[in-house]
């Protein structure tokens, strides 16, 4: 039955036999002098009747605002720092310790740890200048350095440390050859991806120091496996080859250095001891000229003799007696020879020729009437 039809002859809007809506007006007096005599009290005794019914609800309203008022109440621990947001805008920054903030809604407090080291892991293919793949595996340590920034420049700052982590690898690996960097050129790469990673986040304000960058494997792709290590064993053997051409190297320079310097100093020391005898020689000569130009004759006999001198020293000598020998003479040349090899002079023969006109011991020789053959 809708509320204006016929009934028991009263609509909605009646209220204590009165007709008409009620009285908004009244409404808001009532609730007005309620809170009056809640918090202040009325006069008379109607003000005496309300403070009577008003009584528990002060005091409930009490307890709600204590309860309110404590979960205001936090801590900071050592490695924190609180954040204050009032209303959703940054009011300070709180130190370690017992703190306490205007209750939510009005305040709330983020809490950052800056001590805290983070870390996250990444996988990614990439080609290198030389143009091979390579697989990385990069594990990247960082800390909220800025709390402030960490939580208001960047919406997501995490993820956009992963990004430029990834973009800065590439911008190092892309830069560098396959072999540098599977070999002595790890640390490097990485030192230099730390520093790239930086820079990018703090360009973008993220409020986040990057610790340390770990290449915790880099390697090639499975497909290529035994092509790169034909490759790799081919690098061996060329700085193995090389090593062993620097060591035959080393070692033979040197040696013909040496020889090269010694025949120097050979032909040096032969020139300067020829110069020398023909120095001497001249000298000699020279002399010898002054005494030939004093005693022409003289000087030509000792010529003589002095080279006669020379080429019987150093020739074996046979002496025979012509005047006592017979038709047959016995010459034991081979040792002769034997003692002319061993530099010795043969002044007689071994045994005195066959016959019997040999010369007699003691007997004396005829001035003059003597041949002589191999001697001065």
Known sequence: ??????????????????????????????????????????????????????APLVG??????LGWGATGFYTIDDAERGIVQRFGAYVETTNPGLRWHLPWPIEVVDKVNISAIERFSQTTSMLTSDENIILVDMVVQFRHANPIAFLFYVEDPVSTL?????????????????????????API???????IQAAVDDYGAGITVTKVNLQDVNFPSQVEAAV?????????????????????????????GDAVRQI?????????????????AGRFTALLKEYEKAPGVTRDRLYIDAIETVYSNSNKVLLDAEGGG????????????????????????????????????????????RTRGTR
């Open 162 to 186: 992963a990004d430029a982590s990834e973009s800065a690898i590439r911008e190092v690996i892309g830069k560098s050859e396959m072999d540098y960097i599977l070999g002595e050129g790890r």
């Open 1 to 54: 039955m809708a509320w204006n039809d016929s009934g028991n002859g009263k609509n909605p809007w009646e209220r204590g036999g009165q007709d008409g809506p009620p009285d908004l007006d009244k409404i808001i007096r009532d609730w007005q002098r309620k809170l009056s005599s809640i918090f202040g009290g009325g006069k008379g005794g109607g003000a005496g009747r309300s403070s009577g019914s008003g």
């Open 229 to 257: 290590q034909d490759a790799i064993k081919a690098r061996e053997d060329k700085e193995r080859l090389k090593f062993e051409a620097d060591s035959y190297s080393n070692d033979i320079l040197p040696k013909a250095r």
């Open 190 to 196: 990485a030192v230099q991806t730390q520093e790239t």
């Open 265 to 281: 100093q050979d032909a040096e020391a032969y020139k300067d001891r020829i110069v020398a005898d023909s120095k001497g020689e």
């Open 327 to 370: 038709n047959l003479l016995y010459l034991p040349v081979d040792k002769l020879m034997q003692r002319g090899s061993s530099g010795s002079s043969v002044n007689q023969p071994d045994s005195a020729p066959p016959g019997n006109n040999a010369p007699q011991s003691g007997g004396r020789r005829p001035s003059g009437e003597s």
């Open 60 to 65: 409930i309203l009490i307890l709600v605002l």
